[in-house]
């Protein structure tokens, strides 16, 4: 990243704390259960068997067993509320558990890998319903506990709950994005070309101004990088890990090309590189109709593209000279929203979320485009402190809310 001026203050970006797998931002942890059979109700739930008294933490604590025999003993004083069930794991092997609606099967919440022995508390709110614990023993078959049953308090709504996808339901959303793909490494190809021809004539003016728009698209192509293979560090690749940094004979692609228009390098010593990109990008284009995505990553993408913009192009780790990070943080943002753009008809269908995580997007996307000054973006370094805490918090807050798109849309073991 360039020096900041003289005077010039800029503040970290904000860490991200990473979600637990849980549904729906709820904060629900799910533990493994025990279960046995038959409906109970929450008629008699004033007594409190099978609760311990109100907790310091203020809230309801029930005991739920996880064991070799059944799922979800211990339940037998349902109430509405905000409460937390304390599931103990009494069997020999880890568990997962999940708390579902016993009707339609969206889950509340769930933990992975409670092991023997071991107590983790569940957080929900429970309102009016039909409710049951499901544990999913390692090396054994699912078993789903009793269905309980809570009655007569209509004051308390459930909190946010969402049937699990499944791998068939996100083919045509995975094949849908690939094709966007396709047309976007077409662009590539394109745009990359002008970029080498003027290297080609030394014409390095050009050659910057035609390095940005390249680069642009295929930052716009974030969730496809774990299905190109080597060609990703062969396009856009940067110098981690490299013993000999810039100079090292393996930093190659968009970031070797930027390293060298910015930072003074000849037109002889940049055709190698050039024609070296352009050579990865149309291998890339030739070979990509014959590639597969995996469905089961597609929403994990949707997160993961804004978590690597934080993590490395607002902290300036991968500007080789040209001061772009913003405008990087730009095309991710974009490449994110097309991917959304495909998942849409799967999440509006379980959870409001979308909705906020769209505002939010938009929010981010003003913040960024008021440092777009007619394709010459600001730099890092140039921010104001405000200006950076503000890009910081926006962006921070999306990757939060993308979080759940990656928790919805992972597919579950159901047996």
């Keep these: 990243m360039p ?9 970290p970006p904000v860490p991200l704390l990473r979600r637990p797998r849980a549904l729906l931002a709820a904060g629900v942890l799910l533990v493994s259960a025990v279960v046995a059979a038959g409906v109970l109700t929450s008629a008699d739930a004033g007594a409190g068997r099978g609760a311990h008294a109100v907790a310091p933490d203020g809230l309801r604590h029930t005991t739920v067993q996880v064991a070799a025999g059944g799922c979800g003993h211990g339940w037998t004083h349902p109430v509405a509320g905000r409460q937390v069930f304390d599931l103990h794991n009494t069997s020999g092997t880890p568990a997962e ?19 023997p022995g071991t107590t983790r508390p569940l957080q929900a709110t429970l309102g009016n319903g039909t409710y049951a614990f499901t544990c999913l023993p390692a090396d054994a078959d699912a ?14 709504r459930s909190g946010p709950a969402a049937v699990p996808v499944t791998q068939q339901e ?19 190809a394109r745009r990359t070309d002008v970029l080498r021809a003027a290297v080609d004539r030394g014409d390095l003016a050009a050659a910057r101004a035609a390095w940005l728009p390249a680069h642009l698209v295929y930052e716009r192509m974030g969730a496809a990088y774990g299905t190109f293979g080597d060609a990703d560090a062969e396009i856009n690749g ?11 004979r393996d930093f190659t692609g968009f970031h070797r090309v930027e390293y060298g228009l910015w930072h003074g390098e000849s037109a002889s010593s940049l055709r190698g590189p050039a024609d070296r990109l352009a050579e990865a990008v149309h291998a890339l284009r030739r070979s990509w109709p014959d590639q597969r995505m995996d469905p089961a990553d597609i929403g994990l993408r949707a997160h993961e593209i ?7 192009a607002l902290t300036g780790r991968t500007d080789y000279g040209s001061g772009t990070d913003l405008a990087t943080a730009r095309a991710n943002l974009d490449g994110t929203r097309a991917l959304l753009g495909r998942l849409r008809p799967l999440l509006r269908t379980r959870t409001a979320g979308p909705a906020g995580i ?30 950076r805490e503000k890009v910081n918090a926006d962006l921070g807050e999306l990757v939060e809310r993308l979080a759940d798109v990656a928790a919805l849309t992972d597919v579950r073991r159901t047996a």
Aim: glycine share 10%; no cysteine; hydrophobic share 35%.
């Design 3 to 11: 020096p900041p001026e003289p005077g010039a203050r800029t503040v």
């Design 97 to 115: 558990v999940r708390l579902t609606d016993a009707r339609t099967g969206a889950v509340y919440g769930e933990v992975e890998g409670l092991g």
């Design 143 to 156: 078993v789903t506990g009793p269905t309980v049953r809570i009655s007569g308090d209509n004051s308390v």
């Design 170 to 188: 996100l083919i045509p959303p995975t094949l849908a994005y690939q094709q966007w793909i396709q047309t976007r490494t077409v662009e590539l």
């Design 238 to 248: 940067t110098t981690a890990g490299l013993a000999d940094g810039v100079r090292d």
């Design 306 to 312: 804004l978590e690597n913009t934080v993590q490395f």
């Design 358 to 387: 769209y505002t939010w997007m938009n929010r981010a996307q003003h913040t960024l485009d008021a440092f777009d000054h007619d394709g010459r973006w600001t730099p890092l370094a140039q921010l104001t402190r405000a200006q």
